[in-house]
T-cell receptor, first 116, second 116 residues
């Protein structure tokens, strides 16, 4: 079972470069999310997509854009990378388009990004 | 806005003993869900256990149980009979029902080390 697949696993960028993190899920989930994880900060929500065709900002959206390409895929783009965006990025998905309190997120394995 | 607080910097436990990882939360939502996730050194996020705010009993999943004290706004994770494989970072998270609170919010995490 693939679950949530993220690519790449590791990436090093220079300041000002752009790149796109790819995420795909094969569980027919409606909702998808991008989080970043920084030491001592836990996971913080960057953007999410409640359903195909919709995207919304999370807690820390500045410097990022997202695209919900179809139901399976949700990409995160850094247009002009900055050292402050050095982090581990996680994509996640969940089943609902409606709110279920007990709905758990399924996570990808993460992308370790360094911006020099 | 909802908030999760995990203040223990790091925990150590002897193999086969029980350990409690603390989590307190704050929210104005009348209904909410509480989650614990495990992140081993390999980096993936693994769902452990869920507790609903109106659940009558504390949640249990195998060796994991959640000590839910609603009046104190605490949702501590109890791991019984610790194993070496329990060494990991543990995140408490919550989801409410209103607006931005409907997205999963994470605490900063607690590192647990199990000693042989």
């Amino acid at each position: 079972n693939a679950g949530v697949t993220q690519t790449p696993k590791f990436q090093v960028l220079k300041t000002g470069q752009s790149m796109t993190l790819q995420c795909a899920q094969d569980m027919n989930h409606n909702s998808m999310y991008w989080y970043r994880q920084d030491p001592g900060m836990g996971l913080r929500l960057i953007y999410y997509s409640a359903s195909e065709g919709t995207t919304d900002k999370g807690e820390v959206p500045n410097g990022y854009n997202v695209s919900r390409l179809n139901k399976r895929e949700f990409s995160l783009r850094l247009e002009s990378a900055a050292p402050s965006q050095t982090s581990v990025y996680f994509c996640a998905s969940s089943e609902a388009g409606r709110l279920n309190l007990n709905e758990k997120l399924f996570f990808g394995s993460g992308t370790q990004l360094s911006v020099l | 806005a909802q908030k999760i607080t995990q203040t223990q910097p790091g925990m150590f436990v002897q193999e086969k003993e029980a350990v409690t990882l603390d989590c307190t939360y704050d929210t104005s939502d009348p209904s909410y869900g509480l989650f614990w996730y495990k992140q081993p050194s390999s980096g993936e996020m693994i769902f452990l256990i869920y507790q609903g705010s109106y659940d009558q009993q504390n949640a249990t999943e195998g060796r994991y149980s959640l000590n839910f004290q609603k009046a104190r706004k605490s949702a501590n994770l109890v791991i019984s009979a610790s194993q070496l494989g329990d060494s990991a970072m543990y995140f408490c998270a919550m989801r409410g029902t209103i607006g931005a609170n409907s997205k999963l919010t994470f605490g900063k995490g607690i590192t647990l080390s199990v000693r042989p």
